[in-house]
């Protein structure tokens, strides 16, 4: 009989995620298709609006039929995808610890990667989708946002030059910080176990150290982001309000793009710090 776990090697985690590349698949379409349902509301709830002010049901018509396609589609999607990235995460933790054992680490070490392992997995799971509602979001608000007016979304791409600037510098300090503190997790059992005081309370001195570097320098990523995008939403707040396209619906969808789009640009810091902890982990592993 053979052993539902791969035996230990270098391809052995590579091998496990291709074999699930299938299943995978289907949950990012499946989570595709549901940022697609959301990009659709703005536009079509400001086409409701102004419908509806003329006594034209069809547009809410539209509106109801994508939200009820959205509903269904998420209720399978997180009952899915549950089951194939807990199952993947029970399959890869099984075989690194039976591989990192056999090449002689530490109860610590060993106990710290499968936390990683988890990590590694819960990126997949959460992390990837959400890579996916940002970017069909930002992608989506901004070429919708050209739909209605050129200059709205001429002055939303101008926020996207000191974004990328901030965050390169952020990525640099955030892969450097995250090996920090991957150092001091795998420590943190043999930490624990010396029983000694001094160790114990360098360690975790070590460890708020790490974290409180790595807050302050996403919170000055966050903060310059932020500034750009309020002198974004000012400035075509006041250039669509004088657009002769300016009706009811439109400036709801055009705000609703706006937030979106916004929105979006100020989740790409712990996007960036989210793909750092990734690299070290994957060097680890």
């Known amino acids: 009989m053979h052993s539902a776990i791969p035996s230990p090697g270098a391809s052995g985690i590579g091998s496990m995620l291709r074999a699930a590349r299938g299943a995978i698949a289907v949950t990012y379409a499946l989570t595709l298709v549901e940022n697609a349902c959301t990009v659709a509301y703005p536009a079509l709830t400001g086409l409701a609006v102004d419908r509806l002010l003329k006594r034209d049901p069809s547009g809410l018509y539209a509106l109801v039929a994508v939200w009820m396609l959205h509903l269904a589609l998420s209720f399978f999607r997180q009952r899915y995808d ?15 610890v039976i591989d990192q054992q ?17 990590g590694i997995v819960g990126f997949f799971e959460k992390e990837v989708p959400a890579m996916f509602h940002h970017a069909v ?16 979304g001429l002055i939303a791409m101008a926020v996207l030059l000191p974004m990328a ?10 892969v450097r910080l995250n090996q920090g503190i991957n150092n001091q997790v795998e420590r943190e059992v043999d930490d624990i176990v010396s029983a000694r005081p001094f160790r114990i309370r360098r360690h975790f001195w070590l460890m708020r150290r ?18 750009c995008t309020i002198g974004a939403l000012v400035f075509i707040l006041v250039d669509f309000t004088q657009s002769p396209k300016f009706t009811a619906g439109a400036i709801y969808a055009v705000l609703a793009y706006v937030y979106d789009y916004l929105e979006g640009l100020n989740q790409v810091p712990s996007l960036v710090n989210n793909l750092a902890r990734l690299k070290d982990v994957r060097a680890r592993l």
């Open 102 to 118: 056999e090449k002689g680490h530490g109860t610590s070490t060993v106990s710290a990667r499968v936390e990683m392992v988890r």
């Open 82 to 96: 549950t089951r194939v990235f807990m199952g993947l995460n029970a399959r890869i933790a099984s075989h690194m």
């Open 137 to 152: 979001a930002v992608v989506g608000s901004l070429a919708m946002l050209f739909t209605y007016d050129v200059d709205a």
């Open 210 to 227: 790490w974290r409180v570097m790595l807050s302050d320098a996403e919170s000055w990523t966050w903060a310059v982001t932020e500034l």
């Open 165 to 174: 600037l901030v965050n390169n510098w952020y990525w640099r300090k955030a």
